[in-house]
């Protein structure tokens, strides 16, 4: 495992490899931990790329406070949902917010869901459903991440007490609230010798089996602590747990001597081991934030001022404090450490609009974690889309048997080599087809398809050298196989007479 975490570094065909391996925690983690910083950025970078993780880099938005007027809570929800950013529930603002109103949280949740879309995202839960605190926490001005850099308990010595009493009065919602949310977190902190930060792993247990019940993703909560022990025992029980997204964080819960360096390899160990290759953070500092992207991380946790996660990341010791509106300063640290690919950094409206298009097509029974060859069809953010408003409401103008059903002879090409493509031809395998050209304009994205699917499918399948044109003009019929709409018209103007599938 050493050597070929080493090869991978450098290699995308060992990179592969170890993509394809049975993964043991302790020997990545130890590989990891002996890379230099510069080789740990590039393996995690590396580990990022189409198909052996996930390249979508986006902002998941807390927009809820417990102290929040219902119109303010609203409005921030409605702006997060135009952007196309998933919102981060904390659900015992909700829960302190519907008080306020003679109200049930679960009734603002269902609001919530009513004049949004998008993902939504459900945190600080347990055993009895929404969990409560008391107001000097609920109102807590972030005095860990303010004064930094580490703390194995409060600097105030505050606890998360719970109201258990008001927990247990709305325990009759706690399944509605899981179903109508798209992904469930658990905390594991406690598992990893932080009892203060978090609820007992029972609690964990409990609602990891809730979310499988009802299909949603699962992320489990860790922190960096003491970059070894700590995150063996993390990772290992998350994956125990069948979780699908790691959430890592930092800021005072980095208690390592170089806290960038430790955090980036966290990111990257979290890159190779995730199996629903989605990794994020709910909280890390500023430098902690440009480390993790630099190695490999998809999603930062920000939020609206008073939310906690608007402190939690991005921020500096001396200046982290609760009020913060955290959305635009993590956009603009994206875009200074992230390149902009086939999507924009962080990923908006259009690019979640397209995404829900792919997942609605290839259907629950094709994707993460059903694979086609070696790899899952998508990774866990299909898995949270399948569970969104947005999702249940996509036209989808032609089904994948109708798109097969469309084009006659023998040889098809397919432009656009990622997930769907390995959808369309598997549908156009199940014809008979003898010949499939895969075409796309990444090198690598076309050679991994076409490995790939020959692995399982009958027809024979040949690269196209990203050339659309020419790839057009050898085969019988063409599908355009991109369900973003920019890149499908830019096709489509090179062989017109190409299947749509939008």
């Given at each position: ?419 769907v493509s390995w959808l369309v031809a598997k549908e156009l395998d199940k014809k008979g087809i003898d010949e499939i050209i895969i075409t796309d304009s990444n090198p690598w994205v076309e050679k991994v398809s076409v490995d790939n699917l020959q692995e399982e499918l009958n027809a024979t399948i040949i690269r196209g050298h990203a050339d659309d044109k020419g790839a057009g003009m050898i085969a019988k019929e063409s599908i355009v196989t991109t369900t ?19």
């Open positions: 495992m050493y050597e070929l975490i080493k090869e991978s570094i450098n290699s995308d065909e060992s990179a592969l490899e170890l993509a394809k391996s049975k993964k043991d925690v302790i020997s990545v983690v130890d590989a990891i931990s002996d890379l230099s910083f510069e080789d740990t950025m590039k393996l995690g970078t590396r580990f990022k790329k189409f198909p052996i993780g996930c390249d979508l880099t986006e902002v998941v938005v807390g927009t809820c406070a417990s102290d929040l007027e219902k119109m303010d809570l609203f409005g921030n929800c409605m702006l997060a949902n135009m952007i196309g950013a998933p919102i981060h529930i904390c659900a015992y603002a909700f829960s302190d917010i519907a008080e306020k109103y003679g109200q049930r949280g679960v009734e603002i949740m269902e609001e919530v869901y009513n004049i949004t879309d998008v993902p939504l995202d459900l945190d600080h839960f347990g055993k009895y459903g929404a969990m409560r605190f008391p107001k000097h926490i609920v109102g807590c001005g972030g005095d860990c991440y303010n004064q930094g850099p580490s703390f194995t308990e409060c600097p105030r010595g505050r606890i998360h007490e719970r109201l258990l009493d008001k927990e247990k009065a709305e325990l009759d919602d706690k399944e509605t609230w899981v179903q109508l949310s798209s992904s469930v977190a658990i905390n594991l902190s406690s598992e990893q010798c932080n009892d203060g930060h978090a609820a007992p792993l029972e609690e964990a247990q409990d609602l990891a089996d809730l979310a499988k019940k009802y299909g949603k993703g699962l992320e489990a909560i860790m922190f960096v602590g003491d970059g070894y022990d700590e995150l063996i025992t993390g990772f290992t029980k998350a994956i125990e747990m069948g979780v699908d997204v790691f959430v890592i964080e930092g800021g005072p819960f980095n208690r390592c001597e170089n806290t960038n360096e430790s955090f980036a390899k966290t990111i990257a160990m979290s890159r190779v081991l995730c199996p629903g290759k989605v990794v994020a953070t709910n909280g890390a500092y500023e430098s902690e934030c440009r480390a993790g992207l630099r190695s490999g991380l998809n999603v930062i946790i920000t939020g609206f001022p008073k939310n906690h996660h608007g402190y939690m990341c991005g921020f500096e010791p001396g200046t982290a404090r609760r009020g913060k509106f955290g959305l635009p300063r993590v956009i603009k640290i994206m875009n200074e450490e992230i390149s902009a690919g086939p999507t924009r950094v962080p990923v908006q409206r259009e690019e979640l609009l397209a995404l829900t298009h792919a997942v609605k097509l290839a259907g629950p029974e094709n994707i993460y974690p059903k694979t086609i060859g070696s790899f899952a069809i998508g990774d866990a953010h299909w898995a949270t889309i399948q569970n969104s408003k947005m999702y249940k409401e996509m036209y989808l103008p032609k089904t994948l048997e109708e798109i097969a059903d469309s084009v006659n002879g023998n040889s098809v090409s397919l432009h656009g080599g990622r997930f973003i709409p920019k890149i499908h018209n830019a096709i489509k103007s090179k062989i017109p007479h190409a299947v749509n599938i939008i």
